[in-house]
């Protein structure tokens, strides 16, 4: 069996070890694509087989939001696969008090003032900025662990990993190292927890991701592709500006604060 990747050998070598409830973290997988379901499912098997380290269990339970709100327990729903469904799922998902992580959608519409959505997919407005044909993950990806995250994929469902299969992947990754770090499964430490201005999370991307606080969205680097639909470059570029940090590099990608109505402290 591949070696599990979520971040938690940290937390083991640390002794950052939590003592935390025997609550699973139990995730709604609500409106998904194909790959974005696939993404999910290999998140979910790696947790939980990280999860015998700390004595804890993930759930991943299917339905629509409508009815999986309401269950006892749900920490948040994931998956948005088109601009409806996932509007329909981030209304429910505040309406509920739980949090909903978009995993599928790129309209920029959706980069509202939602106190409980997070967006894992790029923004329209970032994949604009990034140029034709970019895109958020590629299966020739292999530096910073995308090789064995891409091999990973490949032995589980006999296929390449695409961008929404890593949205997805990387939905469950930020949801399950949230819980460890916040020694909760509860909706609203979770939401602390992702919306604190140091939280980091590895993404295989080489870059500290983290949210931005105006709109939710996940700062990352995306992919330009050749005419060949080859890896030709990353955006934005290592070093492009010289004493700008990794956070300034990244949010010159899509809709800076000046663009939204929201702030993160009137959440």
Known sequence: MRRASHGCAALVAGGAVPRLSAEPLRIGLVAAGASVTRG??????????????????????????????????????????????????????????????????????????????????????????????????????????????????????????????????????????ASLRARSTQPAALRAYLARGDTRFDGHKGWPLSFRAWDRQLRQPLYRLDAAGKVAGEVPARGAAGGASSGELLDRLGAGPSASTCRGGTR
Request: glycine share 14%; with cysteine.
């Open 40 to 177: 999910v499912t290999l998140g979910v098997e790696e947790a939980a087989r990280t999860g015998t380290l700390f004595g804890r269990s993930i759930e991943l339970v299917t339905g629509t939001a409508e009815s999986l709100a309401g269950r006892r327990g749900l920490a948040a729903l994931v998956g948005g696969s088109g601009e409806a469904p996932a509007r329909a799922a981030s209304a429910v998902a505040e309406r509920a008090g739980v949090l909903f992580l978009n995993a599928g959608t790129p309209a920029d519409a959706l980069r509202g003032c939602g106190r409980n959505t997070f967006h894992v997919e790029a923004s329209a407005a970032m994949y604009a900025a990034a140029g034709a044909r970019a895109v958020l993950w590629h299966p020739s990806l292999e530096r910073f662990g995308a090789a064995q995250l891409n091999d990973r994929f490949r032995a589980r469902f006999g296929g390449a990993m695409d961008g929404p299969a890593w949205a997805g992947w990387m939905a469950v990754k930020v949801l399950w190292e």
